[in-house]
């Protein structure tokens, strides 16, 4: 599965720390009010202007609708300032700070995911208006999938900001089912692609074509429920790619 990152990077609010152990993948929302396309490069650059003074931060990649764009310009041997601070003293649920001194900045990847409000006059990480579209969600997954198999990370490491230190964030996913429901995403996402292109032979253009084609469908999968299994996933985009070779065909004729 090839995912197309856009490098935007800077080292402002990062860290050096050669050869560092890479074990965890934590999870933020942006606490901003769109994921229009050209969000995440926004993000990257207030990261590298110094984003906010008194509080300074940054990630490692930065998720929007169309746009996975990657701050940290050395991910092996550079942290990001995303899953740190101080532990929260009141948690609002009981996995808030679970990982607090387990995870840490040294050893994860910060993703921010760009958040959405349908009621911009309030901002309280406690509003429950706060989502995520299913373009971003597809490419986080996508990219998380992506990380787990390159730094051997579990499936159990992909965590919310909120299970270190406490914090609300990502806001909506708090109090939901919103991280278990993006694992089983992204379980889907590698499942899919691999069970897709096992039995290829060759690297031939065909097989480039369909593999660029599932990584084009893959956020519509989302309409796609969950509980119908990886077979009917494999159903959905085998007759998806017969049905465009077929129009393909016939415009040609």
């Known amino acids: 599965m090839s995912i197309n990152i856009k490098m935007d990077t800077g080292t402002a609010n990062t860290t050096v720390a050669k050869g560092r152990s890479i074990?965890?993948?934590?999870?933020?929302y942006t606490a901003g009010t769109s994921s229009a396309a050209g969000?995440?490069?926004?993000?990257?650059?207030?990261?590298?202007?110094?984003?906010?003074?008194?509080?300074?931060?940054?990630?490692?990649?930065?998720?929007?609708?169309?746009?996975?764009?990657?701050?940290?310009?050395?991910i092996a041997n550079r942290y990001s300032w995303g899953a740190g601070g101080v532990k929260y003293t009141k948690m609002s649920t009981s996995e808030g700070g679970r990982y607090y001194g387990k995870c840490r900045n040294s050893n994860c990847i910060n993703i921010e995911?760009?958040?959405?409000?349908?009621?911009?006059?309030?901002l309280s990480a406690d509003d429950t208006d706060w989502y995520f579209t299913d373009a971003e969600l597809a490419l986080a997954a996508?990219?998380?999938?992506?990380?787990?198999?390159?730094?051997?990370?579990?499936?159990?490491?992909?965590?919310?900001?909120?299970?270190?230190?406490g914090k609300l964030c990502p806001a909506y996913w708090v109090h939901g089912d919103g991280l278990i429901r993006f694992r089983k995403q992204v379980e889907e996402v590698g499942e899919v692609v691999a069970t897709m292109c096992q039995n290829e032979q060759a690297i031939d253009s065909v097989l480039i074509a369909k593999k660029e084609f599932i990584r084009i469908l893959i956020p519509f999968l989302t309409d796609v429920k969950s509980g119908k299994g990886i077979d009917n996933l494999r159903v959905y985009i085998n007759s998806a790619w017969e049905a465009r070779r077929k129009a393909t065909r016939q415009a040609s004729r």
């Open 23 to 28: 074990e965890w993948i934590v999870i933020h």
């Open 113 to 122: 995911i760009c958040s959405n409000k349908k009621n911009r006059k309030s």
């Open 142 to 165: 996508e990219l998380v999938k992506h990380l787990m198999k390159t730094y051997g990370i579990s499936a159990d490491h992909v965590i919310m900001h909120h299970q270190v230190t």
């Open 39 to 74: 969000s995440a490069h926004n993000l990257a650059a207030w990261f590298r202007a110094g984003a906010n003074p008194a509080n300074p931060a940054s990630a490692d990649f930065i998720v929007d609708d169309e746009n996975v764009v990657c701050y940290n310009p050395d």
